[in-house]
Nanobody, 127 residues
């Protein structure tokens, strides 16, 4: 049974940087997609970035392109989200997610394609 454990996050001023980490365990064959989502109260969870563990191909939502970088460390079974030039509108609860379904290859980062979720970590950006 796959599990994801998140760390990182916190509070910074606008323009600052934060790094999120997500450690995966218990996947017998490994996920085919790993992604970051975020959610603010009252709104749907939205996809931020995705990386394919095999090959390392990445995809970013337009709202974070050029500011966020998703990466992975195979040896540590971990994924990261480096967030730079942070804006107040980036404030949200951030979740890492993993999928073993080919449905996750879609570029609209739908939550339904992901079965495994981290516990969430709060990111707060002050203006």
């Amino acid at each position: 049974q796959g599990q994801l454990a998140q760390s990182g996050g916190g509070s910074v001023e606008a323009g600052g940087s934060l790094r999120l980490s997500c450690a995966a365990s218990g996947f017998s064959n490994g996920p085919v997609c790993m992604s970051w989502f975020r959610q603010v109260p009252g709104k749907e969870r939205e996809g931020v970035a995705r990386i394919l563990p095999i090959g390392g191909s990445t995809y970013y939502a337009d709202s974070v392109k050029g500011r966020f970088t998703i990466s992975q460390d195979h040896g540590k079974h971990s994924m990261y989200l480096q967030m730079n030039s942070l804006k107040p509108e980036d404030t949200a609860m951030y979740y890492c997610a993993a999928s073993t379904s080919a449905a996750c290859f879609r570029n609209d980062l739908t939550t339904s394609a992901y079965k495994y979720w981290g516990q969430g970590t709060q990111v707060t950006i002050s203006s």
